[in-house]
């Protein structure tokens, strides 16, 4: 039992155990305001497809539709952010719908449940027999399915794998990587999934989320078959619905998911395929490859354009972010875990940095702020041997920084990098791209960063030059407990491809062209 500050930490930390184990993470929180503020985690679990379990208290039973003190009906509040919400009434159901909980959350497409715990009910005695153990529940590709994928992939010229959503155990990323391995596939994977497939094979392609590489955006677009696995081809996959027509994807298409539901949502797919992650990849593990010698060159094209990403541009200021992540991807040991959180500073680790199982990834892919530092603290405590390192921005640090109190607390030790430029930085960019000279609200006051993850009982330093980066890493990873580096960075370094003056100066271009004034 861990005790966190506040419950949206509580639900993220919640979030990242199921991310990690695949198990669901289990929140505790009061009724009212802290069902409130655990919002936010489940949200993140229902886009992010992670299993999760949510126990909010609840006022007396008696006292319900009085709008009594911190009452909420969580079916109609949650009821688009679970797969299930219900509330136990009578004690002697508690086995029954625990269990159902529980079985719900990791089945099918993975995702959230909450239980509501009504006051008198908790105080009450009942005499039942236990509930056994939960077994996850997941469709397995039929044979026909895997005879029809197999046809559609010798028939193709140009064949790329996208790999994304939940349900993935590390021997199902082992064996879809023998399955791209065996046919000669080019893979890429979806927004914050790298680690679904090693980085560094020769089949990895790259990551398709905010501001991928144009060159991978190219080669989803000249692909004449897409085999997708387990990403629901949502707005960031999919480049805002942009890169397939709908409904009709304008070429072969075979969707792989475990939820039926998502399978057609948008686009209808050449053959849909129902399964579980572990199960297709089984299933694509011991298929009979197919000659995938006349896409060799696609391949490593594919692959040499992912190489070439890897390069961060040029800058000669005080403290080179893109340097310190080359440093960083060569320091990092191959079980390291990463967290991120929401914020263009995040594309630094997401581009510069590789990962391979059983090293991990964890970053919202719903977008939330204030999710690193809590993931951080909830990977250090599930793998208490593994490296940890959470990036966030200035922004969300403040978000989650009083979880430092509970890494503290319980022993976790993640290496937390603040990268401070300042600024709300991808409103900022969204500001001078759309309004240039008229930006508002995104300046920040900030702390002393260092100081404050001191006065924590945290290790603290800033880090203003690239080449004190490194040393400071190597303390923060020796310190007793968790740390915290303070990045000064450049405003104007406001992503990895572009700075803040250039998209300010198109913008005015672009306003003078149309006779508009900034």
């Known amino acids: 039992l861990i005790t966190c500050r506040h419950e949206a930490s509580a639900a993220n930390m919640a979030e990242a155990y199921g991310k990690l184990t695949s198990r669901p993470g289990v929140c505790l929180v009061t009724r009212g305001p802290g069902a409130c503020h655990a919002a936010i985690?489940?949200?993140?679990?229902?886009?992010?497809?992670?299993?999760?379990?949510?126990?909010?208290?609840?006022?007396?039973?008696?006292?319900q539709e009085r709008e009594a003190f911190q009452e909420i009906d969580y079916r109609r509040m949650f009821g688009e952010l679970a797969k299930w919400v219900a509330q136990?009434?009578?004690?002697?159901?508690?086995?029954?719908?625990?269990?159902?909980?529980?079985?719900?959350?990791?089945?099918?497409?993975?995702?959230?449940?909450?239980?509501?715990?009504p006051e008198d009910m908790l105080g009450e005695r009942s005499t039942v027999a236990d509930g056994g153990p939960y077994r996850p529940a997941r469709p397995h590709p039929g044979r026909q399915d895997m005879e029809a994928l197999r046809r559609l992939l010798a028939a193709a010229e140009r064949p790329l794998m996208l790999l994304g959503g939940g349900g993935w155990s590390d021997a199902a990323c082992f064996e879809i990587a023998a399955f791209a391995e065996a046919n000669g596939l080019p893979v890429c994977c979806g927004f914050r999934r790298h680690d679904l497939f090693?980085?560094?094979?020769?089949?990895?392609?790259?990551?398709?989320?905010?501001?991928?590489?144009?060159?991978?955006?190219?080669?989803?677009?000249?692909?004449?078959?897409?085999?997708?696995?387990?990403?629901?081809?949502?707005?960031?996959?999919?480049?805002g619905y942009t890169i397939l027509g709908a409904p009709e994807p304008g070429r072969t298409l075979i969707h792989v998911h475990a939820g039926a539901e998502e399978l057609g949502r948008v686009f209808r797919p050449t053959l849909a395929v129902l399964s579980g992650m572990p199960e297709f990849a089984a299933a694509a593990a011991a298929l009979e490859p197919v000659d995938g010698g006349r896409w060799r060159a696609w391949t490593e094209a594919a692959r040499r354009d992912y190489l070439e990403n890897l390069v961060p541009r040029p800058y000669e200021g005080a403290f080179d972010p893109g340097r310190a992540m080359l440093w960083l991807r060569e320091r990092l040991p191959p079980d390291a875990i990463v967290t991120v959180d929401a914020g263009n500073f995040s594309g630094w680790p997401q581009r510069f940095l590789q990962f391979r199982r059983p090293g991990r990834l964890l970053g919202p892919t719903s977008g939330a702020m204030g999710y690193s530092v809590p993931a951080g603290v909830s990977a250090s405590l599930v793998h208490p041997g593994r490296m940890v390192v959470s990036f966030v921005g200035d922004g969300s640090f403040l978000m989650g920084a009083h979880e430092l109190a509970t890494a503290v607390g319980h022993g976790a030790k993640p290496i937390i990098l603040v990268f401070n430029n300042g600024m709300y930085g991808t409103i900022r960019m969204h500001q001078e791209r759309l309004h240039p000279d008229r930006v508002i609200a995104t300046d920040l006051t900030n702390p002393d960063f260092a100081a404050l993850a001191r006065a924590y009982g945290a290790y603290g330093e800033r880090v203003e030059r690239t080449e004190d980066f490194a040393p400071a890493f190597d303390a923060a990873a020796a310190a007793e407990g968790p740390a915290v580096l303070e990045l000064a960075i450049d405003p104007e370094l406001i992503t990895t491809r572009t700075t803040l003056s250039a998209i300010r100066e198109q913008a005015r271009a672009r306003l003078a062209e149309a006779g508009e004034a900034p």
């Open 198 to 239: 090693d980085n560094t094979d020769s089949n990895f392609a790259g990551e398709l989320g905010i501001a991928p590489n144009p060159k991978l955006i190219r080669r989803i677009e000249e692909a004449d078959l897409l085999l997708v696995v387990g990403a629901r081809l949502g707005e960031v996959t999919t480049q």
């Open 88 to 117: 136990i009434d009578q004690a002697e159901r508690v086995p029954e719908m625990i269990h159902h909980a529980l079985h719900t959350a990791v089945s099918g497409r993975p995702g959230p449940v909450v239980l509501a715990l």
């Open 41 to 63: 985690g489940l949200h993140t679990a229902y886009q992010d497809s992670t299993p999760l379990l949510l126990l909010v208290g609840q006022i007396p039973r008696g006292h």
